[in-house]
T-cell receptor, first 117, second 116 residues
Framework: NAGVTQTPKFRVLKTGQSMTLLCAQDMNHEYMYWYRQDPGMGLRLIHYSVGEGTTAKGEVPDGYNVSRLKKQNFLLGLESAAPSQTSVYFC????????????????FGDGTRLSIL | DAKTTQPPSMDCAEGRAANLPCNHSTISGNEYVYWYRQIHSQGPQYIIHGLKNNETNEMASLIITEDRKSSTLILPHATLRDTAVYYCIVRVGTHAGGTSYGKLTFGQGTILTVHP
């Protein structure tokens, strides 16, 4: 049971380079999320998606783009990487709602550790 | 979403119960209490959640006070592998037309150290 899988696990970039982080889930979840975690800051929501073909901004969306072309995949892109984007990135997914309300927990991947020099 | 307050750190002996408290005095009626933990270098792991009734699953028990202003996560028989940062999060459930689609706000959490 794979759950939420993130690739790559580690990456080092130079300032100005671009890259895409991939998140894949096999639980047929409707919602998917991208967070970043920095020391002393907790997790902060970057972007999220409530379904295939839809995305929305979270708390810290600047410098990132996302796409959800398939229900099981959520991509996070950095067009021009900056040192401030050095962080650990976590993807999560959850079911939408049951009985008209959502209290479904989010399930997280093990993260992508990204360093930008 | 309501703010939560947790002690920064706690110790527990292996095999004993670990009781982790959380205050959420401003919780509103439609907000759930969630517990997650994060073991070093891993992603957050969902433990349990509840609205107003006490809950139990294979990992832990959640005790919510009658006024819902505080809760306690209980790990009945702590092991060394339970050493982690434990996060108490209060979150409203989404509903049709709502905008808070499951956003989780992680605070600083409680560092639980289980020692032999």
């Amino acid at each position: 049971n794979a759950g939420v899988t993130q690739t790559p696990k580690f990456r080092v970039l130079k300032t100005g380079q671009s890259m895409t982080l991939l998140c894949a889930q096999d639980m047929n979840h409707e919602y998917m999320y991208w967070y970043r975690q920095d020391p002393g800051m907790g997790l902060r929501l970057i972007h999220y998606s409530v379904g295939e073909g839809t995305t929305a901004k979270g708390e810290v969306p600047d410098g990132y783009n996302v796409s959800r072309l398939k229900k099981q995949n959520f991509l996070l892109g950095l067009e021009s990487a900056a040192p401030s984007q050095t962080s650990v990135y976590f993807c999560a997914s959850s079911y939408a709602r049951t009985g008209g309300r959502s209290n479904q927990p989010q399930h997280f991947g093990d993260g992508t550790r990204l360093s930008i020099l | 979403d309501a703010k939560t307050t947790q002690p920064p750190s706690m110790d527990c002996a292996e095999g004993r119960a670990a009781n982790l408290p959380c205050n959420h005095s401003t919780i509103s009626g439609n907000e759930y209490v969630y517990w997650y933990r994060q073991i070093h270098s891993q992603g957050p792991q969902y433990i349990i959640h509840g609205l107003k009734n006490n809950e139990t699953n294979e990992m832990a028990s959640l005790i919510i006070t009658e006024d819902r202003k505080s809760s306690t996560l209980i790990l009945p028989h702590a092991t060394l592998r339970d050493t982690a940062v434990y996060y108490c999060i209060v979150r409203v459930g989404t509903h049709a037309g709502g905008t808070s689609y499951g956003k989780l706000t992680f605070g600083q959490g409680t560092i639980l150290t289980v020692h032999p």
